[in-house]
């Protein structure tokens, strides 16, 4: 990477690292999920964005050594131990909620308390899988729905394999991420969000709409999942095929991209001046093209290196919040158009992405995931 990057990134670092270290001491062990006025909410202990927070906070703690992150994600990972031991509503997210937080853990201090959590964590995420229709089961309320995001849940199989030297998770993975690549992914590079199967036979009975524009468009921080997601299966797996995968999403991103690089929140929604952006989809996005280009041969690296930073140059310049009197770092995160959730506010995921993004570039490369 040239030094004028370098030098660019670590001086976005020191900007998200000073005003993190007055935030992180206003939100304490909380649950930051969606922000109003740039202040963040509290979500609910069961809500699936619990594990960003202290995932932030380490890759602070990491970067700055300051003993004072490492408290507070500590204690973010002790409060969700009610919710591993409660059980019932404990799904799929078991990935974003204990990765980031328990398995980040484990691997910066070697916690066996951490690594344990982790795999309780893990051993839930493998019971839901579904053997007939080869996938792990999305929500509690739907005994049949796969969907996209769990792209991004599938890491804490492939570490678990991984601590206890056993192939059991890493093989429910890959039989999911092949589920995967025959049942939501489209000629042109896009995805589905949801797909529905019969849970005995296990056919494909239906395409849900779930938080794209319509069953067919494009949901922008899905395809963002799909990217990164495959690129994880691919790190931990080294199968060709989930590279190539990574490779066609990406490059139906890429290629919708808006001006800006920071995409609106479905790739298919008609564009007018009040059509919300989702920062959220274009920070994870980044982080998964930045993974990418680690992959692949010298003369292919420059397309995901160079539109990975596009993104972050943008987001960085256009979109991120640096003052310290509000306490996202990223604005105009787009949850949920069909439900009317949070649009365009700060989103917790999206900074998480674009800390680590911005980690990334820094030499910090190893991952939570
Ligand atoms: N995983 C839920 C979302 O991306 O909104």
């Known amino acids: 990477m040239n030094k004028d ?15 993190l270290s007055i935030t992180a001491e206003q939100i304490g062990p909380g649950r930051p999920h969606a922000s109003k006025d740039g202040i963040y909410d509290n979500a609910d202990i069961n809500w699936w964005t619990n594990g960003f927070w202290p995932g932030i906070l380490w890759h602070a703690y ?34 974003f909620l204990w990765s980031l937080s328990a398995v980040a853990n484990y691997k910066l201090t070697g916690n066996e308390k951490s690594r344990v959590r982790g795999l309780i964590a893990a051993n839930y995420l493998a019971g839901r899988f579904n053997l007939r229709g080869g996938f792990i089961r999305a929500w509690n309320w739907q005994k049949g729905w796969a969907i996209i995001d769990c792209m991004m849940n599938l890491p804490l199989l492939y570490w678990a394999s991984d601590a206890v030297d056993d192939p059991r998770y890493r093989y429910v993975a890959m039989a999911h991420a092949d589920t995967v690549l025959r ?15 019969d849970i005995h036979t296990g056919e494909v009975t239906s395409i849900p709409q779930g938080q794209g524009y319509s069953p067919s468009s494009a949901w922008a921080r899905g395809t963002a999942w799909a990217i990164y997601g495959m690129a994880l299966s691919y790190m931990y797996t080294k199968e060709i095929r989930y590279l190539d995968a990574a ?10 991209m808006p001006e800006d690089y920071v995409a609106y929140w479905d790739f298919r929604v008609p564009v007018d001046e009040n059509t919300p952006k989702d920062s959220s989809a274009a920070a994870c996005a980044a982080s998964g093209l930045l993974e990418i280009s680690r992959f692949v041969q010298e003369g292919e690296k420059e397309l995901y290196l ?6 972050l140059k943008s987001l960085t310049e256009n979109y991120a919040v640096f003052d310290s009197s509000k306490q996202e770092i990223l604005r105009a995160g787009t949850a949920h158009v069909p439900q009317n959730q949070n649009i365009n506010v700060g989103l917790i995921y999206g900074d998480y992405f674009y800390v680590e993004a911005i980690e990334k570039l820094c030499g910090n490369s190893a991952l939570f995931w």
């Open 5 to 19: 990057i370098q030098n660019w990134a670590k001086n976005t670092q020191k900007r998200i690292m000073d005003k």
């Open 62 to 95: 990491r970067a700055t050594k300051d003993e004072k992150f490492k408290n507070i994600a500590e204690k973010c990972e002790q409060n969700l131990d009610e919710v591993l031991s409660g059980y019932v509503h404990t799904d799929h997210d078991a990935g």
């Open 183 to 197: 049942e939501f992914f489209r000629g042109d590079g896009s995805v589905n969000h949801i797909v529905e199967f």
């Open 247 to 256: 490779k066609r999403v990406a490059h139906f991103f890429i290629s919708n």
């Open 306 to 311: 160079g539109n990975a930073l596009k993104i």
